[in-house]
């Protein structure tokens, strides 16, 4: 994920809101997600937006894309520990086959 | 979840050794990957399929060679197992080249 770059660590409170942000290169990219790695486990998808929109809301999460900036963030809301995890970024590519991932944000929820 | 396995869910094995991997899907889509996902690297792609019989390689390939003789299943094979392969290794699958993926729950591999 060289192109794709993530801050490494983020550390909340139980109950307040959490911003994971993420940074792509590449401006012919089509779809922008978020995973949720815990422990021992795969990736599970999250939520993913569409290049073309600006926002996407689900339940707790929020989804903000500044396509100009090649800026995304994930912000979830009441944030829980049982959000504690490794949160990953990907891009997709119309000119691709994969997902092009960031190195992940460790995200630590303290009581 | 979707239905996806791999097999082992881990293994052990010393350096020279041939290695197999299984991945099996019951979604039936069309295009499977392997990753492999080690420390400050995030995930990697080694190998994918867009079909049966039809793979290429990723960032990762060297080392690695991979088969898709059913749509079902999707296998990574290392021929000689390294040290540098120690990894825990990702299957992932999607309906669309560039939609969504969904991953199995991973294969930890040590190479001693």
């Known amino acids: 994920g060289e192109d794709v770059e993530q801050s490494l660590f983020l550390s909340v409170r139980e109950g307040d809101s959490s911003v994971i942000n993420c940074t792509y290169t590449d401006s012919s990219s089509t779809y922008l997600y978020w995973y949720k790695q815990e422990p021992g486990a795969g990736l599970q998808l999250l939520t993913y937006i569409f290049s073309n929109m600006d926002m996407k809301q689900d339940q707790r999460l929020t989804v903000l894309l500044n396509k100009k900036d090649k800026h995304l963030s994930l912000r979830i809301a009441d944030t829980q520990t049982g959000d504690s995890a490794i949160y990953f970024c990907?891009?997709?590519?119309?000119?691709?086959?994969?997902?092009?991932f960031g190195k992940g944000t460790s995200l630590l929820v303290t009581p | 979840d979707a239905g996806i396995t791999q097999s082992p869910r881990h293994k052990v094995t010393e350096t020279g050794t041939p290695v197999t991997l299984r991945c099996h899907q019951t979604?039936?889509?069309?295009?499977m990957y392997w990753y492999r996902q080690d420390p400050g690297h995030g995930l990697r792609l080694i190998h994918y399929?867009?079909?049966?019989?039809?793979?290429d390689k990723g960032e990762v390939s060297d080392g690695y060679s991979v088969s898709r003789s059913k749509t079902e299943d999707f296998l990574l094979t290392l021929e000689s197992a390294t040290s540098s392969q120690t990894s825990v290794y990702f299957c992932?699958?999607?309906?669309?080249?560039?939609?969504?993926?969904?991953f199995g729950p991973g294969t930890r591999l040590t190479v001693t």
């Open positions: 990907a891009e997709s590519r119309d000119s691709g086959y994969a997902l092009n």
């Open positions: 979604e039936n889509h069309r295009y």
């Open positions: 399929s867009y079909g049966v019989k039809d793979t």
């Open positions: 992932a699958i999607s309906p669309d080249r560039i939609g969504e993926q969904y």
